[in-house]
């Protein structure tokens, strides 16, 4: 992101004759010289997300609860022992069943929502799946998003990577300057965006049988405002 760079640099202000001198503390504070730059730095920082969402679908129709409740039972039983195989903890798993008449037959439906954090694993899971088990399961396309840690991370990194930006700066002023920078007197964030490519993150859209979904990108952005002061040359050295 190209933003307009702010610059600020404070010189000695010059001596006051006597008159000003009677202004009291007042004028004395007005007299010392003030060393310091003040610059802006901007810093843009992005990533992929960092989670994923999978439901995997069950469907039995039999002429008893019992038969639909037993089929369903067993599909579902093989899908939970497939999802801790591959990582999966319950925690990260939710199971939702619903059983309805249709004509002469009762009909189940199950719906089994999973949370990856390895994408791997989630690919090897899904092969797992529809290879063993019959029509009756079907594995949808994963929905990925940015968990909340993810995004508070990419806040924090673009922030940090804007006070750096602007240090950076203000050494090379200081440099041309023929000053040396000192210490930090004052930062302060002046804006901050954040944005995500949701054309990806709709999920599947783009994607094919031979090729895996995009991941979504999130973007984080950060302007700051940093003032340092220069170090005074007068000081004797050590």
Same mark, same amino acid.
């Given at each position: 992101m190209n933003a307009p760079g702010r610059v600020f640099a404070a010189v000695p202000a010059a001596e006051t004759d006597g008159k000003d001198k009677q202004r009291g503390q007042e004028v004395a504070c007005?007299?010392?010289?003030?060393? @310091?730059?003040q610059v802006t730095g901007v810093a843009e920082v992005s990533c992929p997300a960092d989670r994923a969402w999978l439901l995997v679908s069950v469907t039995s129709t039999k002429e008893s609860i019992n038969e639909v409740t037993n089929s369903i039972s067993r599909r579902l039983d093989y899908i939970s022992q497939t999802v801790r195989q591959h990582g999966v903890s319950e925690e990260h798993t939710t199971v939702r069943q619903t059983l309805r008449r249709h004509a002469e037959a009762y009909v189940m439906d199950a719906e089994v929502l999973v949370t990856f954090s390895e994408f791997k694993k989630m690919e090897q899971m899904c092969r797992v799946l529809l290879e063993k088990l019959d029509k009756s399961v079907q594995v949808g396309t994963p929905r990925f998003f940015h968990s909340a840690a993810c995004l508070s @991370? %990419?806040?924090?990194r673009a922030s940090v990577s804007a006070v750096e930006n602007a240090q950076q700066k203000a050494s090379k002023i200081a440099q041309l300057l023929g000053e040396s920078l000192g210490a930090t007197l004052l930062v302060r964030e002046e804006e901050t965006k954040e944005w995500r490519n949701e054309e990806e993150a709709a999920g599947g859209e783009r994607s094919s049988p031979h090729l895996p979904p995009l %991941?979504?990108?999130a973007t984080a952005s950060s302007q700051v405002s940093v003032s340092f002061s220069f170090?005074?040359?007068?000081?004797?050295k050590l």
């Open positions: 007005l007299n010392k010289p003030v060393r @310091e730059v @991370e %990419l806040r924090l %991941l979504p990108t170090r005074d040359k007068s000081r004797k």
